[in-house]
């Protein structure tokens, strides 16, 4: 956990300045890949400083990820909205975690995490496919707004 934490500082702090360069998009794209490149490396390291170094690289790329999210949940859920989205956006965390705790009763932690990230890997992908206008939604370019009906 030290690893993760240590990886999640360091992810922080270099967010403020990477986002200075580059759009939120790529920021998100690359982070995400990193994050799962990271913990498909983790769940088959057989050494425990490669499997240290895997961990620490998911705790930066998921720093990341958080603060870039939380970002533009603040900037585009209406005021009145903002807490109960961030609220399940967080609590969305959760439903992962326990899927990834069941998989891992059943086939070990290793297999479990493995799994998960090929599982990560492959809803970016179909979501990058099903949603080609998806950057601007990230990068501001578009607002989805709640229809007045």
């Known amino acids: 956990m030290s690893a993760q934490g ?22 998100i794209l690359g982070a995400m890949g990193a994050a ?9 390291a057989n050494n425990v400083v490669v499997a240290i170094a895997f961990i620490g690289l998911v705790g930066g790329a998921t720093a990341m990820l958080m603060g870039l999210f939380g970002g533009i949940t603040q900037r585009d859920a209406p005021p009145e909205h903002r ?16 899927f990834i705790g069941r998989l891992a009763d059943g086939f070990g932690i290793s ?33 989805v707004r709640p229809s007045s009906a």
């Not at 490149?37 to 983790?42: E, H, M």
């Not at 807490?83 to 326990?98: E, H, K």
């Not at 799994?115 to 607002?143: C, H, K, M, Q, Y």
């Open 83 to 98: 807490g109960r989205v961030l609220s399940l956006s967080v609590g969305a965390n959760g439903l992962g975690l326990f």
């Open 6 to 27: 240590f990886g999640a500082v360091v992810g922080s702090l270099l967010i403020a300045q990477i986002l200075r360069r580059w759009n939120r998009s790529a920021l």
């Open 36 to 44: 799962i490149a990271a913990g498909i490396g983790y769940s088959v």
């Open 111 to 143: 297999n479990a995490l493995f799994v998960g990230n090929i599982l990560l890997l492959t809803a970016v992908t179909v979501g990058l496919i099903a949603f080609p206008r998806w950057r601007s939604l990230f990068d501001g370019g578009e607002r």
